[in-house]
């Protein structure tokens, strides 16, 4: 692999076979073939590198909630009580590397007490567990750039003589505060658990999880179906006990080749019915694509509310008919999108459009009055449109207009009804607006405003804005 | 012979009650305000649990108008409702504005606004909505379901009792199960901008006669009624 840095094109990452022939990455390009003329070289794509990262920690979800991006090239999973849903460490990390490896990756692995031991048992160590509490012998040996001390370092600390963790453990700690700045001391720390070091995890842990996984990969719906409702009636005991229901539920689903596709539903109020929620999940199940069959899945619930249990048939007819609203109200909104279904609320505003505004569907009415008092159209047009009026005198009501093509011959008006700009909100320059109730003689109405006075330097103009 | 008679009068009466879709005594009925009007209609007002069309003309919201009114009456005074509507439409036939809503009844924590994408999309979010028993009627707009759609939807509103209008702008496909057809266009008011009236055509009544009348909204009874002289004549041509 090579990218541009300074001085032309250098390498950056090598594979075993160049590492072999002495080919380190940082060496020129130039210098490169001259060791290796025939050296295959690939050009560097540090986007594509961090995608596919990202999408091994999301695959890693599947061993633990807590995985972290470490660097470019490193992924750290806190497996804190996940070990023994494995059998135990070893046969976790075992899993882990035999897996990954299968999907053609080069990788070394390392399970310690604390991050910054892992890392170093990973990347200067031999890997594998490194069991608790002997981190202070097994890392003594190791080279100090295994601490990840800042650049530079490292080569300071050698000019010393200090090369390897264990000449910095044996020596006290403020001399080599002084003359290191803190960074060596809290590296030692973090390695041997001294200070804790905090992961932030890609994806907030769920309160509620519930992860199955299958002895033999399985590829039909029904199989995941049967799958699903497995998990859900764990998650669900899990969220009853705790009282509380979920008003968001993902399933993550994990592939045999190493792909994991995540399906969420979301709910209007707190729920732990189960039919309701495998009927959410129904439709989205249709977009999993099963590949050559799924290994592992994983439901969680990462957002959930108190919800006290049921009282079951004592509210009477009411409460089942708002819980079958909310239903109603999932259904649609899983799949028309949750901007779809709302309802109208007052706004204090006596400009039109401003007067009503869009609440979720399930929310609480304020109770609050329209503002309007005059009549107001039952259809508003989103945006005003343009119509040419006539009228006798410039100041009068309209005598015709044309509105989309079409001449109306205006037979009664009613108004004007003038709307002021409201100065703290509008931009300078809005104009005032001078509705009119205007019936055609066919007998539609409609209701026009005029935008501007008559002599002002610009010409009012004329909208049509409802329809009654 | 006698009991070939009674036979007959039997069999009338099972047509009558296959004509109009499950009988006028055993379908619930809703009062739309005026009693001439109510009476005309076999089940003594519009019937609840089944499907009605409503058409009007483009650039007038009369069929809208009325189409709200029936909504209101359909969800009395704690019913919930649900107005679904296309997408697309929005600029065309302008939005359902609050304010106005107010005159007809419709507060606006009762009344739900769905909007769809593709017109798939909404004649599934109706049936979703006359599935369930939450609502006491859903008016859906723009949609014009073949007559398969609108069985589904006839078959689903019977089974809940819920009511659906499908109002549309244009003309719709005449061949439908829909219990009634309507025509709505506007008509020119006597007394201000501000009373509005139609001429409402029932084009087609399953069990019933079609008719037409010249109507108002009554804002302080929430309900339709009639413009007298037309709505004489109107039942006069019917009975």
Not at chain 1, 267 to 292: K, M, Q
Not at chain 2, 114 to 125: G, T
């Amino acid at each position: 692999m090579i990218a541009p840095a300074q001085g032309g094109l250098r390498v950056t990452a090598v594979d075993a076979l160049a590492a072999g022939e002495g080919i380190v990455p940082g060496l020129p390009i130039a210098d490169a073939r001259a060791l290796l003329p025939y050296l295959a070289v690939r050009e560097a794509d540090p986007c594509a590198d961090a995608e596919a990262l990202a999408r091994l920690a999301q695959w890693c979800g599947r061993y633990s909630p807590l995985v972290a991006l470490d660097g470019a090239d490193g992924l750290l999973l806190d497996v804190t009580g996940c070990a023994h849903l494995f059998g135990g460490e070893d046969i976790l990390l075992a899993d882990l590397t035999r897996r990954l490896t299968g999907f053609g990756l080069t990788l070394r692995t390392a399970l310690a007490d604390t991050p910054a031991a892992g890392w170093a048992w990973a990347h200067a160590g031999p890997g594998g567990v490194l069991p608790e509490g002997v981190a202070r012998q097994a890392l003594a040996p190791l080279p100090v750039a295994a601490l990840r001390l800042p650049d530079g370092m490292a080569a300071a600390l050698a000019r010393l003589g200090l090369r390897r963790i264990g000449d910095l453990l044996d020596l006290p700690r403020a001399p080599l505060t002084a003359r290191f700045g803190d960074a060596v001391a809290r590296r030692l720390d973090l390695v041997l658990g001294r200070a804790a070091e905090p992961i932030a995890p890609l994806h907030p842990p769920a309160p509620f999880r519930r992860q199955l996984a299958f002895a033999e990969p399985i590829g039909t719906r029904g199989d995941i179906d049967r799958a699903l409702e497995h998990l859900l009636d764990g998650l669900l005991v899990d969220l009853d006990q705790a009282g509380q229901g979920l008003r968001r539920c993902d399933l993550s689903v994990f592939t045999v080749d190493g792909g994991v596709q995540r399906i969420g539903i979301g709910t209007a109020r707190p729920s732990r019915e189960r039919r309701h929620v495998l009927r959410l999940f129904a439709e989205r199940l249709e977009e999993i694509d099963l590949g050559f069959g799924i290994e592992a899945m994983i439901l969680e619930a990462p957002v959930a509310e108190i919800l006290p249990a049921q009282q079951a048939r004592l509210e009477g007819r009411s409460a089942t008919g708002e819980a079958d609203l909310a239903r109603l109200v999932d259904r649609l909104q899983q799949r028309l999108g949750r901007q779809a279904v709302v309802r109208l609320e007052p706004v204090d505003s006596h400009i039109p459009e401003r007067a009503v505004t869009l609440v979720p569907a399930l929310a609480p009415p304020s109770h609050r009055p329209w503002m309007a008092e005059q009549p107001r159209p039952l259809r508003l047009l989103p945006s005003p449109e343009l119509i040419e009026v006539t009228a006798m005198v410039p100041d009068d009501p309209p005598l015709t207009f044309r509105w989309r093509t079409v001449l109306h011959r205006v037979a009664q008006t009613e108004g004007p009804e003038r709307l002021s700009p409201e100065w703290w909100r509008d931009r300078p320059g809005t104009r005032l607006r001078d509705y009119y109730w205007v019936e055609d003689q066919e007998g539609r109405r409609y209701w026009l405003y005029r935008e501007g006075a008559y002599g002002e330097p610009r010409a009012p103009r004329w909208y049509m804005h409802g329809l009654f | 012979m006698p009991t070939s008679a009674i036979n007959l009068s039997a069999l009338r009466r099972r047509l009558q009650v296959l004509e109009t879709g499950g009988g006028a005594a055993t379908r619930s009925s809703v009062p739309l305000g005026d009693p001439m009007l109510d009476f005309f209609l076999p089940w003594r007002g519009l019937a609840r649990g089944g499907v009605h069309q409503l058409e009007g003309v483009p650039g007038d919201a009369s069929v809208q108008a009325f189409a709200t009114g029936l909504t209101s009456r359909c969800a009395g005074a704690d019913g919930r409702a649900l107005w679904l509507r296309l997408r697309r439409d929005r600029q065309e036939t302008g939005e359902p504005y609050g304010p106005g809503l107010a005159r007809y009844g419709l507060p606006p924590d009762r009344l739900m606004l769905v909007e769809a994408r593709a017109p798939s999309d909404l004649l599934w979010a109706v049936e979703e909505g006359l599935r369930g028993g939450a609502l006491s009627v859903a008016l859906a707009e723009g949609v014009s379901p073949d007559v398969t759609a609108s069985r589904r939807l006839q078959l689903a509103a019977e089974a809940s009792g819920v009511t659906a209008l499908l109002v549309s702008s244009g003309p719709v496909r005449a061949r439908s199960v829909a219990l009634t057809r309507w025509r709505v266009t506007a008509a020119p008011s006597a007394r201000g901008v501000h009373r509005p009236r139609w001429q409402v055509e029932l084009l087609h009544c399953r069990g019933g006669k079609p008719g037409s009348w010249i109507m108002e909204w009554d804002d302080a009874a929430l309900g339709f009624a009639v413009v007298p002289a037309l709505a004489s004549r109107a039942l006069a041509q019917a009975v």
